[in-house]
């Protein structure tokens, strides 16, 4: 899983990166309370991924979301990894 304010609300949101089906994001909306957000932030990949990290590269304050795909036969067919702006 990898945690980040993306929607700098102040509350850490969630994505749960899954290898056996899709993966998941969540807004946490305070109180124990989260909305999945996953097509909505346009995360919609039916891609199976092993692992996930927020990060800031381009200086714009803005977390920036990668995610790396799990594939069981790698060709150049296959899902590569992704990064969400």
């Known amino acids: 899983f990898a945690v980040s ?3 700098h609300d102040g509350d850490l949101d969630l994505f749960l990166s899954r290898a056996l089906d899709q993966s ?7 109180g124990f309370h989260f909305t999945d957000v996953t097509f909505a932030a ?6 199976l991924s092993k692992g996930a990290c927020f ?3 381009d200086g714009d ?3 920036v979301l990668f995610i790396a795909n ?3 036969d790698p060709t ?4 590569e990894n992704q990064l969400f702006r």
């Not at 998941?24 to 305070?30: A, K, P, S, W, Y």
């Not at 346009?42 to 891609?47: E, N, V, Y």
Request: glycine letters at 18%.
């Open 61 to 63: 304050g803005f977390g």
């Open 55 to 57: 990060g800031a590269f």
């Open 70 to 72: 799990y594939y069981l």
């Open 24 to 30: 998941l994001f969540f807004r946490n909306d305070g």
């Open 76 to 79: 150049p067919e296959t899902p």
């Open 42 to 47: 346009g995360i919609d990949s039916l891609r």
């Open 5 to 7: 304010d993306y929607d």
